[in-house]
């Protein structure tokens, strides 16, 4: 699905409509959030990309010195980009525990049949108990590897290494399932 984007009474139409969508076409080859369909995530964010973009328009001060096209497109992005990570994050903490990756049932409950999330359930399963807790702490309770690695008695280099191992295994499996 295409959306229009089109706004006919900026000053600098043309250009303004090219900014638009060069960021819609870096935007859509995001990866979907997890509680979205990809047409859903196409239409919101393309709304939040003229919501943007308006304010943008509005807040701009050409003897500021910044290039309006740079300043709208900075804004843009930045704004969309806010509005990914709550997403993500919703996404995220609709399975906050260890447990709810236990059964298929709970995870299509909490996020209905969205591919990628199954695989990643899946990915996830096999891990170690102990990897597992690591990527929770880290991903879902929003720890930082120095409290993660003070409460583990360990540093935080070890955790770090430890993380990038797991997550290097992951991408190893979600690459396999594809």
């Not at 959030?33 to 973009?53: G, H, I, L, Y």
Request: with cysteine; charged share 25%.
């Amino acid at each position: 699905m295409k959306s229009q984007i089109h706004i006919s009474n900026a000053p600098v139409s043309a250009e303004f409509d090219l900014v638009l969508k060069s960021c819609l076409t870096r935007i859509y080859r995001w990866p979907v959030p997890f509680n979205w369909a990809c047409t859903d995530w196409r239409e919101e964010a393309a709304a939040q990309v003229q919501s943007a973009a308006w304010i943008a328009m509005g807040d701009y001060d050409a003897s500021k010195g910044a290039e309006f096209s740079t300043f709208v497109q900075g804004r843009v992005m930045a704004s969309v980009l806010t509005r990914y990570r709550q997403e993500w994050s919703y996404g995220a903490h609709r399975v906050s525990t260890v447990e709810d990756w236990e059964t298929e049932d709970r995870t299509t409950e909490a996020f209905g049949r969205n591919a990628d999330f199954v695989s990643l359930h899946r990915a996830l399963a096999v891990l170690p108990e102990s990897d597992r807790q690591l990527m929770v702490e880290y991903f879902w309770e929003e720890r930082t590897q120095t409290e993660i690695a003070l409460s583990r008695h360990t540093s935080q280099p070890a955790v770090s290494k430890r993380k990038r191992r797991i997550l290097r295994s992951l991408y190893q499996r979600l690459d396999g399932a594809e």
